[in-house]
T-cell receptor, first 113, second 111 residues
């Protein structure tokens, strides 16, 4: 158990809808990351937060947004969903900023129909 | 542009054999190189990691070999077991803890 909690585990929704994925980092971890893993693809970095502030952005679509709250949990909001957004979304956390390993949750599987 | 290139995409090894997965990078600013293991339905889990000041790190049956001049690193799994069947990702990070992942290798160990 990595200590990173993601909810929900599964989400099925229709195109055009909006969903929110939630992540609670490991106790003591200040950085939160979001990754997208599509079928047969690797881990695509979406966004990184550190202690409530956005630190880095990757291939995150404008329809997607995220935030990290004062209690350090994070939410990833996906709107105007398209079929191609169906994927596994992973949250990871790390203790510090530099040279800290990532600890991943078990992901949220999003299916857009 | 893929910052970390990983090969092979898939690998089949007999039980007891050696599994070797290779990764290459271009950015010399990378200073931390972890390997992650992912089982179906689970998130990637840190397996072993190395920093560029050493050429090899061993933990049990898992060894990372690192060649700084060639900008390559590899994972060796000795005495591979069916329980090692999983997807393996290499990664590299730099200042700011931005991680770049390889595309993954699906390892199957045949009993």
């Amino acid at each position: 158990d990595s200590g990173v909690t993601q909810t929900p585990k599964h989400l099925i929704t229709a195109t055009g809808q909006r969903v929110t994925l939630r992540c609670s980092p490991r106790s003591g971890d200040l950085s939160v990351y979001w990754y997208q893993q599509s079928l047969d693809q690797g881990l695509q970095f979406l966004i990184q937060y550190y202690n409530g502030e956005e630190r880095a952005k990757g291939n995150i679509l404008e329809r997607f947004s995220a935030q990290q709250f004062p209690d350090l949990h994070s939410e990833l909001n996906l709107s105007s969903l398209e079929l191609g957004d169906s994927a596994l979304y992973f949250c990871a956390s790390s203790e510090w900023v530099d040279d800290s390993p990532l600890h991943f949750g078990n992901g949220t599987r999003l299916t857009v129909t | 542009q893929q910052q970390v290139k990983q090969s092979p995409q898939s690998l089949i090894v007999q039980k007891g054999g050696i599994s070797i997965i290779n990764c290459a990078y271009e950015n010399t600013a990378f200073d931390y190189f972890p390997w992650y293991q992912q089982f179906p339905g689970k998130g990637p889990a840190l397996l072993i990691a190395i920093r560029p000041d050493v050429s090899e790190k061993k933990e049990g049956r898992f060894t990372i070999s690192f060649n700084k001049s060639a900008k390559q690193f590899s994972l060796h799994i000795m005495d591979s077991q069916p329980g090692d069947s999983a997807t393996y990702f290499c990664a590299a990070s730099n200042t700011g803890n931005q991680f770049y992942f390889g595309t993954g290798t699906s390892l199957t160990v045949i009993p």
